[in-house]
């Protein structure tokens, strides 16, 4: 390090002596700790400054989360168990979504007739946010029902169109080369279509768990049930106990990130034989 | 020669047929027969409906009018075995190199054990041995050519049709792969259908020219081709038969005479 300059520059990349011993994902991974510590300083800070209970600080937040999860919120129930709650309703919505929506977007996109046939009932339904259905689905449904109906809307349509579009993007050729071999029908969409089209499949899927994720906390906040993160804000709220309502919001949020980063696992794996992964 | 016995034998194929999209005559009854193991080359202008010839002898469209028999009935992808190679890249990027080659059997439904065997012993003639787990996106566009040459010939096809196969691949890669399909069909012993456009490329791989017409194509000239393999391009006989292939496919100055028409009612 007490050398002169480098004889040689050789880009951004290039590091000085320590740091090429370390590998790029260590380095990634230090930068990814300092800036999360700036942050919470800086917010840390900011609170000791304010020093109002609404704007409490992240060790009272830390204060918070372990009360939540070792000893329940004011009716018992635990951060664990709000937590599996939404994710049990998620993942169920979730899987109704793909269940549905994966099969009619290849159906539709394989046979546009139907899809043209169908548009003035489809489409507009697409433009009804999930959230805009939560009071039909109070009077309709109860528990995870209703749930499971609002998630599947939310998760529905980013993975229906993801496969409508995807189905396009099969080559003739490659239909050309299953036909000229005798392959029939079910062949070539489960070996030409299927793997042309599961990317736009899984990046659907990446979009709706998002939408299905944010529907949720929606849903649970209008209330009805007496688990689950939103439900546990909302009671927090009503309390003004502003700590815990972040807690909830940062266990969403983490939730989600863990979520997204299993499906960008499964992608890595299906798909080595791409260029590269789009984040 | 393999040839002249074989030319005893029953055709392979036999193509009797005219097709037209609408208005538009593509083929005004055209009419060949090609022997078993016979390598036989169509060479005609571009735009003349070579590929949609090609599409009829694989099965997957019917002429409109007359008939396309293989081993005498009509062609059908579903009932008998034809490979196909294409002439722009058609592996399958999701698949590597061994699953690519595996793909014709696979349809097939061939046994495991065999398709294993087979994929790599077809690997090994097209020197792609060590590439099995590459992915096509890994590979020079001559090996993606090479593995669909490869899926091709790794089925139990007895009729391989080769659509401009090497019509992307520069001028040395394209000369190598001449000389190795040449060596496949010699020892795997297949009917070849080989279209392009390259008269050199038809001289050089050739049992027999076809030399199409622009559309509505008709069969200008067939050209026996007996020069002995490997055949040298630079040699006098070479030449003169590039000469007559030439003078087919630019009409001006045509001598009907020199090379011997089929006998097809519009001559």
């Known amino acids: ?279 | 020669m393999a040839r002249d016995q074989a030319l005893a034998a029953p055709p392979k194929v036999e193509v009797n047929a005219s097709h037209r999209y609408g208005a538009l005559v593509v083929h005004e009854q055209i009419r060949f027969k090609v022997a078993a193991n016979e390598f036989l080359c169509i060479c005609g202008p571009s735009g003349c409906g070579k590929s949609t010839l090609l599409d009829m002898l694989a099965g997957i469209l019917r002429p409109t009018g007359g008939s396309v028999l293989i081993d005498g009935r009509p062609a059908d992808p579903k009932r008998q075995s034809i490979s196909f190679v294409f002439q722009e890249p058609s592996t399958f990027p999701w698949l590597n190199v061994r699953d690519n080659v595996a793909t014709g059997l696979r349809i097939k439904g061939t046994p495991r054990a065999e398709v294993d065997a087979k994929v790599s012993e077809t690997l090994r003639l097209v020197g792609l041995n060590g590439f099995e787990n590459y992915y096509p996106h890994q590979i020079s566009g001559g090996m993606k050519q090479r593995v669909a040459i490869a899926r091709a010939f790794a089925t139990d096809a007895d009729l391989i049709l080769m659509d401009e196969p090497f019509v992307s691949l520069d001028q040395p890669t394209r000369e190598r792969m001449q000389g190795e399909v040449l060596d496949i069909w010699r020892r795997r012993r297949r009917t070849v259908i080989f279209v392009t456009h390259n008269i050199e490329e038809a001289i050089f791989l050739g049992d027999r020219i076809l030399v199409l017409s622009a559309k509505p194509a008709r069969i200008d000239a067939e050209l026996p081709v007996t020069l002995a393999r490997p055949r040298d391009p630079l040699s006098p006989e070479f030449m003169r038969l590039r000469a007559d292939c030439l003078k087919w496919l630019n009409p001006t100055g045509a001598d009907a005479g020199r090379a011997r028409a089929p006998a097809s009612p519009q001559d």
Not at chain 1, 22 to 41: D, E, H, K, M
Not at chain 1, 66 to 95: C, E, M, N
Request: proline share 6%; glycine share 12%.
């Open chain 1, 1 to 279: 390090m007490d050398a002169g300059p480098m004889p040689l520059p050789t880009g951004g990349e290039a590091a000085s002596g320590s740091g090429a011993l370390l590998s790029r994902g260590v380095i990634t991974v230090l930068w990814n700790l300092v800036s999360l510590a700036l942050v919470l300083g800086l917010w840390q800070l900011a609170a000791f400054l304010v020093a109002s209970p609404f704007f409490p600080g992240p060790l009272k937040i830390v204060d918070a989360f372990v009360q939540l999860a070792t000893r329940g919120d004011t009716y018992g129930h635990s951060l664990l168990t709000h937590s599996w709650a939404s994710i049990h309703r998620v993942l169920v919505g979730f899987a109704l979504g793909v269940a549905l929506g994966v099969p009619l977007g290849l159906l539709m996109g394989l046979y546009p007739g139907i899809y043209a046939g169908t548009r003035a009932v489809i489409e507009p339904f697409r433009f009804i946010p999930p959230i805009a259905w939560i009071p039909l689905a109070i009077i309709l449904f109860s528990g995870l029902t209703r749930f499971a109906f609002l998630i599947f809307l939310g998760a529905f349509f980013p993975i229906f169109t993801a496969t409508l579009v995807g189905v396009a993007r099969v080559e003739p050729i490659h239909r050309k080369v299953g036909v000229v071999h005798g392959a029939g029908k079910w062949w070539i969409l489960r070996s030409v279509v299927v793997p042309t089209v599961l990317p736009d499949i899984l990046g659907g899927m990446r979009v709706g768990l998002g939408t299905a994720w944010l529907t949720i906390v929606a849903a649970e906040l209008a209330g009805g049930i007496s688990t689950g993160l939103g439900r546990m804000m909302i009671n927090y709220a009503e309390l003004l106990q502003v700590s815990h309502v972040i807690v909830g919001m940062l266990v969403i949020g983490f939730v989600g990130f863990l979520m997204n980063e299993c499906l960008l696992m499964i992608e890595k794996r299906l798909f080595r034989w791409r260029w590269q992964v789009s984040l």
